[in-house]
């Protein structure tokens, strides 16, 4: 990453408002994108990033996304797609795109666009920026986080997002049928099925 390099700099709205040097936006703490890439194995493992202590934000933490902040004028894919390449050296890959979501912190503030693939391939890590890589499932993670090991807030945020998401997406493939869709108790900790024959027949899963 170059200290010099433009980025795109945004309001609280998401909309665009001009750009910056990447210092500035790291000094002023201006709003700005970037691309959040979570990369599973077919077992469901995340692909986990050490992050070198030289980085301009959170050095030395573990990330659970690769990406990197959007530059002047760049397409969220297309951004997406490079960060993939440069830092893990995957490529050739469908991206799914999730959604956007902000995050602000004494440190950040940012739009996030996240995305996710499945890729079994070779990695190719981008030692100028990881460290190490590591395959960590969804209970390490968790465990993780409670330990107080150093994960990047906001790659902590985009991941419980997107967790439920593609949860609810296996469950789908595993026991839907035509008419049905699933929802998500959080207060209770469950996920709830729901025909379309009746609305009060349901059955559920627990997330426990």
Known sequence: ESSHEKVQIVDESNKPTGSALRYIMRKENLIHRSSNIYIFDSKKQLYVQKRVLIKDYCPGYYTLCTGGVMQEGEDPLESAQREAEEE?????????????????????????????????????????????????????????????????????????????????????????????????????????????????????????
């Open 88 to 208: 893990m050296g995957v490529k050739g890959v469908k991206l799914i795109f999730h959604q956007t979501f902000f995050y602000q912190s004494a440190d950040t503030r940012c739009w996030g666009y996240l995305f996710s693939c499945q890729y079994d391939g070779e990695i190719t890590r981008q030692e100028e920026e990881v460290a190490a890589v590591e395959m960590w499932n969804n209970e390490e993670i968790l465990s993780k986080e409670k330990e107080g090991i150093k994960i990047t807030p906001d790659s902590l945020v985009g991941y419980k997002l997107i967790a439920d998401k593609l949860f609810v997406q296996s469950l789908i493939s595993l026991f839907a049928f035509p008419g049905s869709y699933f929802t998500i108790d959080k207060q209770h900790d469950l996920c709830l099925l729901y025909t379309s024959d009746a609305a009060d027949e349901r059955s559920s899963v627990d997330l426990g």
